[in-house]
Nanobody
Framework: QVQLVESGGGLVQAGGSLRLSCAAS????????MGWFRQAPGKEREFVAA????????YYADSVKGRFTISRINAKNTVYLQMNSLKPDDTADYYC???????????????????WGQGTHVTVSS
C-alpha cells in the first residue's frame, strides 16, 4: 500500500512558477513509476508528466513540454513537478499517481496507475 500526499498548489499569475511535491509512504518508492495528472473543471483528467522508477526516463504531455519538469528523490520518497511559464490553461487540480511498474510503456494511461493522491489545486490568473 502506498499513500500519496500532494502539496504546493496555489494561486499564481500567468508567467509565474510553482513547484508541486508528492510525498509517498512506504519503503518501496523506488519500485514505482510516478506520474502527474490534472483535471480542469468540466474536463477529463489528462496526463501531464511521468518519470520511471530510478528517474532515468521522463515523459511530458505536449502542452507542458519545455515548461514543466518532473523529478524525484527516492531517498526522500518524493516526486516533484516544477511548473514554469504558467498559463491560465494550466488551472486544474493536480494529482500524483504511483504505478507498480518500472518500464516505459503506457506511462500516460491513468487507469494503469495503482495509487493516487488527493490532489492539489493550481489557479493561474491572467
Amino acid at each position: 500500500q502506498v499513500q500519496l500526499v500532494e502539496s504546493g498548489g496555489g494561486l499564481v499569475q500567468a508567467g509565474g512558477s510553482l513547484r508541486l511535491s508528492c510525498a509517498a509512504s512506504g519503503r518501496t518508492f523506488s519500485s514505482y513509476n510516478m506520474g502527474w495528472f490534472r483535471q480542469a473543471p468540466g474536463k477529463e483528467r489528462e496526463f501531464v508528466a511521468a518519470i520511471t522508477c530510478e528517474g532515468g526516463s521522463t515523459y511530458y504531455a505536449d502542452s507542458v513540454k519545455g515548461r514543466f519538469t518532473i523529478s524525484r528523490i527516492n531517498a526522500k520518497n518524493t516526486v516533484y513537478l516544477q511548473m514554469n511559464s504558467l498559463k491560465p490553461d494550466d488551472t486544474a487540480d493536480y494529482y500524483c499517481a504511483a504505478r507498480s511498474y518500472c518500464g516505459t510503456y503506457y506511462y500516460s494511461t491513468g487507469a494503469l496507475y495503482d495509487y493516487w493522491g488527493q490532489g492539489t489545486h493550481v489557479t493561474v490568473s491572467s
